[in-house]
């Protein structure tokens, strides 16, 4: 009897169908309708799709209620699925931020005193060392009145020694020993200020590096705040990275952070934090991170872009789903797993609620329970309740 109801009411559908079908080709064939004629057609259109509606629930009921050897005689399609175990496991999320490269060591030179430049004593690309001349302003005034110092500082030496040993055999008057005595201080003071202004007319550099940009020619006159040359050092580089202030509880001083090169491709490296601002800027919401690189092979180069990976999560408790597995409606995301029921396998949606999401793998922190079997291949054909096949 049960089989038999079954079969007019599949007949039943059949003919609604057909109702549906030949009403839409009618409605494609007159042009000339007017709006009750449409108004009457939408209405019987909805009251065939309400009666195939109520058939689907009907024979929804019936397949649910049959009995467990009924269910182990299901003839019906079954979809094929392909499933993984639900179990927590290690998950990290990362964060990307770009930056540039800058050399720790890094100087434009100019002079500290005016003159005329009488010599360049290096070239472009070369390396030099600290303390090495650069360059040399004219320095032939100051020569002169160095020789002629010197020269007024040794008969003042010698005139200072006589009261000196006049004043210790109490000879003499008090006051010639301390005008020798301050003649020849003042002198010795003066040369001292003129060979400092002498060493400032001799420019040289303050590390070893390479002389990257030389500014000025020879015979060109040069003073304090003109650049001369810019020198730079390769041995040592900093990375520094504007991150959002949200990023600020994930950024710690010491913490390994994932260095790559776009200039490089293959060249990746770990580094750690050296140091993180203190300051939120207004402008941007943004706050400083430096990372220190020592640069062994040279390759690196100052304003280079640098992508840094910042881990700002990592736990050993955490479902981990594949991204494209969980969908989305109305009430949330979701997923499907698979339940048994009248021993069948019976895809069940389930709604989940997710967190974090790297790459291609998500955080599913509520929802699934351990060792449930997730469907992955054919979840895009099943629906809630759709009778599945497991395949290896």
Not at 106 to 112: C, D, L, Q, T, V
Not at 128 to 133: A, D, R
Not at 207 to 220: A, P, T, Y
Request: hydrophobic share 40%; glycine share 4%.
């Amino acid at each position: 009897m049960k089989k038999f109801k079954i079969t007019l009411e599949n007949d039943n559908m059949k003919n609604l169908l057909f109702i549906l079908i030949i009403g839409f080709s009618l409605a494609g064939c007159n042009p000339e309708r007017d709006s009750e004629t449409i108004k009457k057609e939408i209405t019987e259109v909805q009251s065939a799709i309400d009666k195939l509606n109520a058939q689907h629930h009907i024979l929804k009921t019936e397949l649910e209620s049959l009995s467990d050897t009924d269910a182990k005689n299901y003839t019906g399609k079954k979809i094929a699925v392909r499933t993984l175990i639900a179990s927590k496991q290690k998950f990290e999320h990362y964060f990307e931020a770009t930056g540039e490269l800058e050399s720790v060591n890094e100087a434009f030179i100019s002079p500290e005193v005016n003159g005329q430049v009488v010599k360049i004593s290096v070239i472009e690309g070369q390396k030099v060392k600290k303390g090495q001349m650069l360059a040399k302003l004219n320095t032939s005034l100051i020569e002169k009145n160095i020789q002629e110092i010197e020269t007024q500082l040794d008969f003042a030496k010698i005139m200072f020694d006589k009261q000196s040993d006049l004043w210790n055999r109490n000879i003499g008057s008090e006051r010639q020993y301390l005008e020798a005595k301050n003649n020849y201080e003042s002198l010795d003071n003066k040369l001292q200020t003129l060979r400092t202004q002498y060493d400032m007319s001799v420019i040289t550099a303050p590390f070893s590096g390479v002389v990257e940009d030389i500014m000025i020619k020879k015979g060109e006159l040069a003073g304090p705040g003109m650049m001369l040359m810019q020198v730079v050092s390769l041995d040592n580089m900093v990375i520094k990275a504007k991150l959002s202030e949200a990023h600020l509880s994930s950024v710690k001083v010491g913490e390994t952070v994932s260095v790559s090169f776009p200039s490089y491709p293959k060249m990746k490296m770990n580094a750690k934090i050296s140091r993180a601002g203190n300051v939120i800027n207004k402008q941007n919401r943004t706050f400083i991170v430096e990372i220190k690189l020592k640069n062994y092979d040279k390759r690196l180069k100052p304003n280079m872009l640098v992508n840094v990976l910042f881990n700002d999560y990592s736990g050993s408790d955490n479902f981990v789903i594949p991204s494209i597995l969980i969908k989305k409606d109305i009430q949330g995301r979701y997923l499907y797993v698979i339940n048994k029921k009248d021993n069948l396998d019976v895809a069940t949606k389930r709604y989940v609620e997710t967190a974090r999401t790297y790459k291609d793998m998500t955080q599913v922190i509520s929802g699934l329970k351990t060792d449930e079997l997730v469907i992955t291949d054919g979840y895009n054909n099943v629906s809630d309740g759709s009778i599945v096949n497991l395949i290896k």
